[in-house]
Every structure is written in C-alpha cells, then in structure tokens.
C-alpha cells in the first residue's frame, strides 16, 4: 500500500474520534487538504489540525466501532518514523498548525502507546516541531506512560465512551472503566496538581459515545458533573451514535444530531455559566427536551429568579438570562459603569441576544417588550 492510501485510510478512521466542529471536506485524492480538521482550541480559537490514527488495528471488540477486532475491511499501521516525517512535511507546507494522534489497540496498550509516544519524540526531538499535538491515552496505560505523554504533549485525552460501568460493558465489554479508563485520567489530574500548567498547557479531555448504550443525558451530565469538578477536565466531546455496517450494533437506531448540540448546550452551561446538574430540566426518562434550549428552560423553571435588572444585577445572575453569555455580561458590567442600559438596542451592542433576554429582565426598571410566544 503506497502513503497516499495508508494515510486516506487512517484519516478516515479518524473521523470517530471527536474534536473537533467538522470533518474532512470531501478533497481529491491527491490533494492533502482531505486529511486536515478545523479544531476548536479555547477562547473558541479555530485551526487546521493534522487527524490521524497511528493504526486501525485493534484488539477490542467494542460493538459500536468501525476498527473492531473480527470486522472485515483493511487494516493498515504506520511505523512512529513514517507518521512522524509525514506529519512533518505537511506542516512545513504551512497546511496545518498542529497534531491530533490517535491508534486502535494494537497488539496490546502498552505496545500501542510505546509507537506512538516515538512518533511524538520523533516530532519534538529529530525534527524540533514544538507546536501543538493532542495525544489520545490507550486503555490501561501504566502512570509512566502517562507521565511520558504530559511531558511530549499540549493535551491529552482518554475516551471514557459510557458515563458509568453497566453502561460501557453493553458497548465494550472488555474494557475496565475504573482501572483503564477513569484512572488514567485521574493521573493526568495529579500530575498537573503536582507539575503545574506548565505541563499539558492545554489540559485533558474525554469523549462520550451518545445513545449507544441507552444511557439518559441525566447519567451523561452527572459524571461529566464530577469530571469537571474533580478531575479538572478541560472540557468533554460527544459523539452522536451513528450505525456502521458488521457491527452488533448496526441495527440500533442513530441518534439524532439534536441530542448532540443539547448536550453540548448543557456542558458549556456546566463549564461557563455556573450551572450544576441541578439547574438542568430532564424529563421523565432523564433527558433534555429537545424542543427549547436548557439555558432557557433553566429560566423557565426558575421564575423566582427573574426579571434581572440589567444596570445592577452581578455577573452571575446575568448569566443566568437566556440570551446573555460571559462576553456580553462582561461588557454589560464594564459599560454600565459609564452609563445606564435604557433599552434592549443597548443589550444588541453588547453582543447579547435581545429578543431572548427580554422576557427575563428589567432595563433601567422596566420590563422591554416580548413575545410571548418565548414562553
């Protein structure tokens, strides 16, 4: 198999782990943009990253996932020397800022980290890449290992897939969820405690397979809850389930997309906004309403919260108003120092989204006008 073919396969086997907003743009075959992702990085930051798995064979059976072990189609691995000068000559291109490496379990976990931490050395020390490269953990790596990846990597990952251990042993039933999963993420929690920012500046992170395993979001958002507040999680994915052909779940519905985006909704509401679990609306079975978005349902069911008074009310409280994020509260606190807001055209040039605030607040004591059809 020539290069061109060993890396469209294991860019495309890539696209499962997730991120990132986008995916590939359907390029030509000889074009090498096909194998770069638009990543978001925070302060909401968009660059081009190289995605790339070190290989797509794997010994776990997991029963959602293309690379499992017994499924049919091509198998193909890099050598750490080949993803290395490979990764370097298209960043000399000036095509992409960065690395995001991933690998099936090959062979084993161990194994599999040992290639792909050489890769990453190949980068730093033969070639002196020093930009950003995001390195996903293997299940059960030793803290070494954990250790070794911190001190090559800006961020590192591992997939946690399920929010709990009944719910990961219906899609990977040979995965241990405490001793592979969550505890190499806690060493990643120690380290930095112990080493600082300076190490893995741009933190740690995992990724959630959605409706796989019939989970609810309420199981999901609980232990993301935890993640965030004790492990220190920079931030969390989800992946909406989609079904792929010779799996044991090919037949399970997919989940929709708006699944998906209310989740995300919830986690930046979790991360940003000063929400717990308990300011979040489920249903009966545990999940988000999929017809309003939870900021304003929190609201909703909150009425003894509001209106807000937009010239006096702290930050915290107008994060609370649907239609306002951190940036807007943050102007609106800056600015009404020089001034009152007299009306919701004010609140537009802050950036905040009039028409949704306007049900939730006061401006300079009145209420603005609303449709009530917001209700």
Sequence with gaps: MDLLDKLARLAQD???EVCTPGGSQGWR??????????????????????????????????????NRCGRDFQRVTFRPEELA?????IWRAKLVTGLFLSSAVHGNSSLTMERMISAVEILRQKYNYQEYIHLKLMPGVDKATVERAAQLADRVSVNLEA?????????????????ELLTPLRWVSEIQESKGRALLPLGHTTQFVVGASGESDKEILTTVGGLYRELKLTRVYYSAFNPIED??????????????HRLYQSD???????????????DQQGNLPKETDPKTLAALHQPELFPVEINTAPREELLRV????????????????????????????VGASAQRAAPFVLVDGKRPPFQLSLF
């Design 322 to 349: 649907p239609g306002v994020g951190p940036r807007s509260a943050n102007r609106i606190v800056e600015l009404r120092r020089k001034g009152a807001f007299r009306s919701l055209g004010d609140l537009k040039k």
């Design 14 to 16: 890539a696209r499962f």
């Design 85 to 89: 000068e490979t990764f370097y000559q």
């Design 163 to 179: 929010p709990n251990p009944e719910r990961l042993a219906r899609l990977a039933g040979k995965k241990d969820f405490y001793g």
């Design 247 to 260: 799996t044991p779940l090919e037949d399970h519905l997919a989940t929709p997309p708006i699944r998906e």
């Design 268 to 282: 930046f509401l979790l991360r940003h906004y000063g929400f717990t679990l308990q300011d979040l609306v489920f």
């Design 29 to 66: 075959r000889e074009d090498p943009r096909r194998w770069i992702t638009p990543t978001v990085l925070p302060a909401g930051r968009v660059e081009p990253h190289f995605k790339v798995l070190l290989s797509n064979a794997c010994e776990k059976d997991c029963a959602y996932c293309a």
